[in-house]
């Protein structure tokens, strides 16, 4: 039986000592969570599918830090390992895939030159390449003032979704979900999507952007942003298409183990690895 | 010389090789066919079968070599793909063709590529599998092998029954990889560690 994924994702602060993660509450404060390598490696033993490290500094001068910290990790850590943040070339993927990662993720930089994409996928392969999307909802009154947007109505009014980038500090004006589509045609292995709505408020996933983007494309779609309970675990597999959750801080703060979500999944029917 | 990990250019070798440093072994990763001599061979491998069995080309004749005389030879993912003749992946390109049939795009509804985990169904008792009944491995691909001849290890399902693992006499490959399947994964390379 195919398995619904459950992803921890590590905010590495890698301007800190030993790449700490960190967790920000919609994008902004920050708290400190532990040492990168020890927190996955015990997310591996408590039965993560896979682990992402997104690196939040993505200052140049930080990228050999990443590189160790994925090193450090691919010794005992035998899951997928997905490495975003401060990747814009060939070269910063491979640095990192030599180093042990699987899969890098993209966003700022493919939504500065898609081309990247393409070129990722060529060269490692779509399953290496995945575009993380970061939408934030924009309210309309009226469908004018969304000319060429996707509409999406959603229990708070009818929005459309614009992307972000720089970790959520600058938007683009792009469409989110025809970004998702495009990046499909260009040959994207996977979608990271995050509500930037939702990221770190605990209200649960964004479930009108993740059902539109997961029924739009036909790429595995990783749900992710707004997770605080069990019950949004479960929400999102059971009323959208994602084949993957991904959340922080429930499983930082030790609020939920990861094999605690995955009983409770199991439980409810839903097809998890235990 | 023990185990050999065959590094043609193509993909991740350094899980492969941390799972078995991992299980105690000193693996060593072999860059140039006038270095390869081991009494085991593992080719790892992610990415395209053209461009696999063009990088691997050189090495070909010594794994065949090692083949014949009974070398334990395991081929993850792209590197069991390559034991066959060709894939429609890359029309023209010519396998190793050391099983017959061929590697053939996943015909499914269901999403592509199969990313994620998947419960195995064992169909042989392939040494290795021992200890192990079902789990759920990890697969990320889009092609895999039809076979003409019944050597099939493992099936998996993903809205039909796809090929998860081949075992013929001293070839053993896994569609999933061992190396990213967690505790699981590293049982299947220590039973082949045990061969």
Known sequence: MFCKRIIPCLDC??????????????????????????????????????????????????????????????????????????????????????????????????????????????????????????????????????????????????????????GGRRFTGLDAIKWAEEVERRGAGEILLTSMDRDGTTDGYDIQLTKVVSEKVKLPVIASGGCGELEHIYEVFKKTKVTAALAASIFHYKIFRIGDVKKYLAGKGITVRI | MGLAIIDYGMGNIKSVYNAFRYLGAEPTVVKKPSDLRADKIVIPGVGAFGDGVKNLTPFIPKIKKAINSEVPV???????????????????????????????????????????????????????????????????????????????????????????????????????????????????LDNFLEL
């Open chain 1, 13 to 166: 602060d890698l301007a800190v000592p030993r790449g700490r993660v960190v967790k920000g509450i919609e994008f902004k404060q920050i708290k400190y969570a532990g040492v990168s390598w020890k927190l996955a490696k015990k997310y591996y033993e408590d039965g993560a599918d896979e682990i992402v490290f997104l690196d939040i500094t993505a200052s140049h001068e930080r990228r050999g830090t990443m590189v160790e910290v994925i090193e450090r990790t691919s010794e005992d850590v035998f899951v997928p390992l997905t490495v975003g943040g401060g990747i814009s070339t060939i070269e910063d993927a491979r640095r990192v895939f030599n180093a042990g990662a699987d899969k890098v993720t993209i966003n700022t930089a493919a939504i500065k030159n898609p081309q990247l994409v393409n070129k990722l996928a060529k060269y490692f392969g779509s399953q290496a390449c995945v575009v993380a999307i970061d939408a934030k909802r924009r309210y309309i009154t009226s469908l004018n003032e969304a000319k060429g947007k996707t509409v999406v109505r959603t229990p708070e009014g009818s929005c459309w979704y614009e992307c972000s980038i720089y």
């Open chain 2, 74 to 188: 395991l081929g993850i993912c792209l590197g069991l793909h390559m034991f066959f003749e060709g894939s429609e992946e890359s029309p023209g390109a010519r396998g190793m063709k050391v099983i017959q049939g061929r590697v053939v795009k996943i015909r499914t509804r269901l999403r592509l590529p199969h990313i994620g985990w998947n419960s195995i169904k064992i169909k042989k008792r392939c040494p290795l599998f021992r200890g192990l009944n079902g789990e759920n491995m990890y697969f990320v691909h889009s092609y895999h092998a039809l076979l003409k001849e019944d050597v099939i290890a493992a099936t998996t399902s993903y809205g039909r029954e796809i090929t998860a693992a081949v075992w013929k006499d001293n070839v053993y490959g896994t569609q999933f990889h061992p190396e990213k399947s967690g505790g699981a994964g590293l049982k299947v």
